[in-house]
């Protein structure tokens, strides 16, 4: 049975930092690219930060670019989102999706982090 656990979610001040984990169990994962995305009140979800199977690459969107590092380890069979100098505007739920190929691909996801970022 494949499980994909979020961690390290919180509350935060602006200009703070957190390290979001999760943890994948269940697959072969350096099979999988690794995406975090998240999702704030009334909005669509948005997709975050990417980093492929074995770590050579990584992708994020504009809005987070040099404040958030995505990395894995894939001993542990999981990846990090590091969080610094956070916004109000981060505030969101925050989802892991692993995106593994097996055959074909399929996306397994995680329960979803709080992260507000609020004085």
């Known amino acids: 049975q494949v499980q994909v656990v979020e961690s390290g979610g919180g509350l935060v001040q602006p200009g703070g930092s957190l390290r979001l984990s999760c943890a994948a169990s269940?697959?072969?994962?350096?099979?999988?690219?690794m995406r975090w995305y998240r999702q704030a009140p009334g909005k669509e979800r948005e997709l975050v930060a990417t980093?492929?199977?074995?770590?050579?690459?990584?992708n994020y969107v504009d809005s987070v670019k040099g404040r958030f590092t995505i990395s894995r380890d894939n001993a542990k069979n999981t990846v990090y989102l590091q969080m610094m100098s956070l916004k109000t505007e981060d505030t969101a739920v925050y989802y892991c999706?692993?995106?593994?190929?097996?055959?074909?691909?399929?996306?397994?996801w995680g329960q979803g982090t709080q992260v507000t970022v609020s004085s």
């Open positions: 999706n692993a995106h593994c190929a097996i055959v074909t691909y399929v996306d397994y």
């Open positions: 269940g697959l072969t994962f350096t099979f999988c690219v």
């Open positions: 980093i492929t199977s074995t770590g050579g690459g990584t």
